[in-house]
């Protein structure tokens, strides 16, 4: 949600750091992501209930109290350090099916990170709800999907049961808030979560932010990850 789209854009400045500092070190981010919602697997369609309409009634309904705390300010000032302007009014679920199932067609065509940008952007910004179909598509081809195609895919159930499984293995992995995100090595026997579980001490475990963070906090990850590379 709105973190993890700070996240990002958090990400994306420490990235951008690092390949200035160090010009002739080639870094490459995978990236790998998992529906999750506050909801977990539950089939309550939360876009059918007029209390959830927008993002900052689903908010304040879920976090009873958010308003009067100055958490919608927090994330305002959050979002303009990483250049991002909020509009709390959009159209709001707390089950985006539909986007998700978008996110990981783009996925299959190489396309993920750039059509999470494309949806992002519309959604947290310009006030085109990722609910509304017509965005998701507008956002496709942005990107260069085959429009066409999308448009099949969001007619169909594709990519449906994978999304609502992996709302439901979200709980059961214990992960209750976003962002999360894990950062693994290249070229090592990895472990933790989405992956083996540790069975020797030559397994690497992964680097864990849960938040946005800062481009400083990932910094240092990359820098690490960097040092600690084959030569």
């Given at each position: 949600m709105t973190s993890g789209y700070i996240g990002k854009k958090n990400i994306q400045r420490a990235l951008g750091i690092f390949h200035a500092q160090n010009p002739h070190v080639a870094l490459q981010v995978?990236?790998?992501?998992?529906?999750?919602?506050?909801r977990g697997g539950s089939q309550r369609k939360i876009r059918d209930d007029p209390s959830a309409?927008?993002?900052?009634?689903?908010?304040?309904?879920?976090y009873p109290g958010y308003w009067q705390n100055g958490k919608f300010?927090?994330?305002?000032?959050?979002?303009?350090?990483?250049?991002?302007?909020?509009?709390?009014?959009?159209?709001?679920?707390?089950?985006?099916?539909?986007?998700?199932?978008?996110?990981?067609f783009a996925h299959s065509e190489g396309k993920g990170e750039e059509y999470a940008e494309a949806i992002g952007?519309?959604?947290?910004e310009m006030k085109q709800s990722a609910v509304e179909l017509p965005n998701l598509l507008d956002a496709a081809l942005e990107v260069g999907l085959d429009?066409?195609?999308?448009?099949?895919?969001l007619e169909s159930s594709k990519y449906e049961k994978e999304v609502w499984d992996s709302y439901t293995k979200m709980v059961h992995l214990g992960i209750r808030s976003i962002p999360l995100f894990l950062f693994w090595p290249p070229g090592r026997d990895s472990c933790g979560?989405?992956?083996?579980?540790?069975?020797?001490?030559?397994?690497v475990e992964p680097w864990v932010v849960n938040g946005s963070a800062n481009p400083e906090t990932f910094l240092e990850i990359f820098e690490t990850i960097a040092h600690n590379a084959p030569h």
């Open positions: 995978d990236v790998t992501r998992r529906p999750y919602s506050f309409s927008t993002w900052a009634i689903g908010l304040k309904n879920h300010t927090q994330l305002r000032n959050l979002g303009n350090k990483a250049g991002i302007c909020f509009d709390f009014d959009t159209k709001f679920n707390w089950h985006p099916v539909d986007s998700q199932r978008m996110l990981m952007r519309r959604h947290f429009n066409i195609q999308a448009k099949l895919i979560p989405f992956r083996a579980e540790k069975e020797s001490d030559n397994q």
